[in-house]
C-alpha cells in the first residue's frame, strides 16, 4: 500500500545556473528520486502547468521520496539568438499585428519544425546536456513544446534513461513541435481533440494520456452567492462582476475592445476587473481609462490569485488561452472569447462553443451584445446555464491523474531496476 510522501511546500528559489523550485521539508531516509520540469516563460500557461503538476504530485501517495527542480531552460541553458529569440515572445503578442502567428505557421510542419529544432541546437545543447549530467533526473516532465526534442537528444546522448513525459499545454490546435519525432515517451493532452491529433501523427494511443490541462489548486466551483468572494477582494458585492484577462503577457486585442464595449459596461453597471498581466503598458492604458469603464474600475499587473478574482466574477472576458479556458471551467466560469493567438488559440473556439461553455465575439459590438444576452433583463437562466456548463466541461483532477501517471511511472522504473539489480 501507497504511503504519503515526504513532500511539503513548493518555493521558487534562484541558483546561478537555474532557475529551480525545489520541494523542501523533512524527506525520508530512503534514496531520493528526482523528477526535472523543463519549462519556459513564455505566456504564463507552462510556468502554471508545471506548478499545477508539482501540486498534483504531492497530493499522491507514495512509498518514493520524490524531489522536484523546474528549470526555465531556454533562460538558464540557451544562449543568443535562441534565448533571445524565445524570450521575445511576449514583445511579438504586444505588438499590433504581430509577427508571431505568422511564426507559428511557418514553423508548423513536421520536415519544417526538425529543421528549425536542428537550427537552433547549437545554442543550447551543451549548457542543456551539463544540467542535465548536474541534476541526474530520473524523469523529465516538458510542458514547453520546442524542448521535447532537445529533451529527447539530450537524455539520449548522456546516457540517462529517465523517461520523457510531455504534457501538452494547448487544449485543441497542437504544433508540430509538441509531437516532433514522437520524442516523448508518453503525452498528456488536455481534450480528446487534442488525444486525436496526436493519434493521427503516429503516436499510439497506450502513450496518450487524455487528462485535460492541469490547472493550479484554488480554481474550484465558485458560490452560487459570490457575494463574500467580491467582499474578500474588495469588490463591491451587490454588482455583477466582469473579469476581463489576456494570458499572462496581456497581449492582444482585449485593450482595444475594451474601449469599444465601454457604454455597454457603463449601461449595464458591471463593475470591471481588468488583469493586465505582464504588461506594463497595457495596465498603464486601462489605468488611464478610468471611469469610462464604468464606476470603480479596478486594473491589476500580473497577479497570483487568479482564482479568487475567477471565483468572485459572473463572467469573464478573455483572449482564448487554453490555461485561462481550464481554470475558468473549474470555476464555472462563463467566458467571452473575444480574441485568439492565430493558430496556437484557434481550436480553443470551436472548444469552449462545442462545450458550450461561453460565447465566441470578435468585436466590440458582438461582445456588447454578448453582454446584454448574459446581464439585459431576464438573463439569470442564461448565466446559470452557461455556469452549469462551464463546470460539466472542467477537468478539476488532470493535475493529480497526471502525479499518478509520473508517479506509477517511476515506480515501474524503481521496481525494474530493482530486478536487474
Ligand atoms: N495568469 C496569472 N496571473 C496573471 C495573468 C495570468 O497567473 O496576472 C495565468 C493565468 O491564470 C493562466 C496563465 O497565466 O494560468 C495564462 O495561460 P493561458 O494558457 O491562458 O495563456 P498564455 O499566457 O499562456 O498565452
Not at 32 to 55: K, M, N, Q, V
Not at 104 to 120: P, Q, S, Y
Not at 209 to 224: E, M, N, T, V
Not at 344 to 359: C, H, K, P, T
Request: net charge positive; glycine share 10%.
Amino acid at each position: 500500500m501507497r504511503e504519503p510522501a515526504g513532500h511539503a511546500e513548493a518555493s521558487v528559489c534562484t541558483n546561478a545556473k537555474y532557475v529551480i523550485v525545489q520541494i523542501l521539508g523533512e524527506r525520508p531516509a530512503s534514496k531520493e528520486r528526482s523528477i526535472l520540469f523543463l519549462f519556459s516563460d513564455t505566456g504564463g500557461g507552462h510556468r502554471a502547468s508545471a506548478l499545477a503538476i508539482d501540486a498534483g504530485l504531492r497530493a499522491v501517495a507514495t512509498t518514493l521520496n520524490v524531489h522536484t527542480q523546474h528549470v526555465d531552460a531556454f533562460a538558464s541553458c540557451g544562449t543568443f539568438p535562441l534565448r533571445e529569440g524565445v524570450a521575445s515572445y511576449g514583445s511579438m503578442l504586444k505588438v499590433q499585428p504581430s509577427p508571431y502567428p505568422a511564426i507559428f505557421h511557418l514553423t508548423n510542419g513536421r520536415t519544417r519544425f526538425r529543421v528549425i529544432a536542428e537550427l537552433g541546437k547549437p545554442f543550447i545543447r551543451r549548457n542543456f546536456r551539463r544540467m542535465l549530467q548536474d541534476i541526474q533526473p530520473d524523469l523529465v516532465v516538458s510542458v514547453h513544446p520546442l524542448l521535447n526534442v532537445y529533451a529527447r537528444q539530450m537524455l539520449d546522448a548522456s546516457g540517462l534513461p529517465a523517461p520523457l513525459v510531455t504534457v501538452i499545454t494547448d487544449l485543441v490546435t497542437i504544433h508540430h513541435s509538441w509531437t516532433a519525432a514522437g520524442a516523448a515517451d508518453h503525452y498528456v493532452v488536455g481534450s480528446p481533440e487534442a488525444r486525436g491529433v496526436c493519434a493521427d501523427r503516429g503516436i499510439p494511443l497506450s502513450r496518450i494520456h487524455d487528462f485535460g490541462l492541469p490547472i493550479r489548486a484554488g480554481f474550484s466551483p465558485a458560490p452560487a452567492d459570490r457575494r463574500d468572494a467580491k467582499a474578500a477582494l474588495g469588490l463591491d458585492p451587490s454588482r455583477r462582476t466582469l473579469l476581463v484577462m489576456a494570458g499572462g503577457e496581456g497581449g492582444g486585442r482585449v485593450p482595444r475592445l475594451l474601449q469599444g464595449i465601454a457604454p455597454t459596461l457603463r449601461e449595464l453597471d458591471l463593475q470591471v476587473v481588468a488583469i493586465a498581466g505582464k504588461n506594463v503598458g497595457l495596465r498603464r492604458k486601462l489605468g488611464a481609462l478610468g471611469e469610462t469603464l464604468g464606476r470603480d474600475a479596478l486594473i491589476l499587473g500580473f497577479v497570483e490569485n487568479v482564482a479568487d478574482y475567477m471565483r468572485a466574477a459572473d463572467a469573464l472576458l478573455t483572449k482564448a488561452g487554453p490555461g485561462t479556458i481550464a481554470e475558468a471551467a473549474a470555476c464555472g466560469l462563463p467566458v467571452i472569447v473575444c480574441d485568439f493567438i492565430s493558430g496556437q488559440e484557434a481550436g480553443n473556439l470551436d472548444y469552449v462553443i462545442s462545450r458550450r461553455a461561453g460565447i465566441v465575439a470578435m468585436d466590440s459590438v458582438s461582445v456588447g451584445s454578448a453582454l446584454h444576452r448574459l446581464f439585459g433583463s431576464d438573463n439569470s437562466n442564461v448565466l446559470i446555464e452557461m455556469r452549469a456548463k462551464a463546470l460539466a466541461s472542467a477537468r478539476p483532477d488532470a493535475a493529480r491523474r497526471i502525479g499518478e501517471l509520473v508517479l506509477d511511472l517511476m515506480e515501474t522504473s524503481v521496481t525494474a531496476a530493482v530486478r536487474g539489480a
